[in-house]
Nanobody
Framework: QVQLVESGGGLVQAGASLRLSCAPS????????LAWFRQAQGKEREFVAG????????NYGNSVKGRFTISRDAAKNTLYLQMNNLEPDDTAVYYC????????????????????WGQGTQVTVSS
């Protein structure tokens, strides 16, 4: 059974940084698009950032551009989300997701394009 396991969430103050990690079991990240989504309480799931393997092409949601960076370590088969200058509105459960193929930029922002999901990690930013 494929699993994506996120880690790195926590409670921080506004302006702080966190790095989320996502490591798969029984799945390689090659030749597919990976992404981070988030869901705040009472809100719909929102695209945060995506990256396509192996090209490394990235795209970001408007609310995180310039503050968050998605990256991957091919040797470790691990996905990361570096989050800087966190704001209270960033508070949400963050999910790692993997598609079954490489997605175009327009496709990559839609949660329905992703086949594998992690269990989520909570990020809470206090003001």
């Amino acid at each position: 059974q494929v699993q994506l396991v996120e880690s790195g969430g926590g409670l921080v103050q506004a302006g702080a940084s966190l790095r989320l990690s996502c490591a798969p079991s029984r799945l390689t990240f090659n030749s597919r698009t990976l992404a981070w989504f988030r869901q705040a309480q009472g809100k719909e799931r929102e695209f945060v950032a995506g990256i396509t393997w192996p090209s490394g092409g990235t795209n970001y949601g408007n609310s995180v551009k310039g503050r968050f960076t998605i990256s991957r370590d091919a040797a470790k088969n691990t996905l990361y989300l570096q989050m800087n200058n966190l704001e209270p509105d960033d508070t949400a459960v963050y999910y790692c997701a993997a598609a079954n193929r490489r997605l175009g930029a327009d496709e990559s922002i839609r949660s329905g394009q992703y086949y594998f999901w992690g269990q989520g990690t909570q990020v809470t930013v206090s003001s």
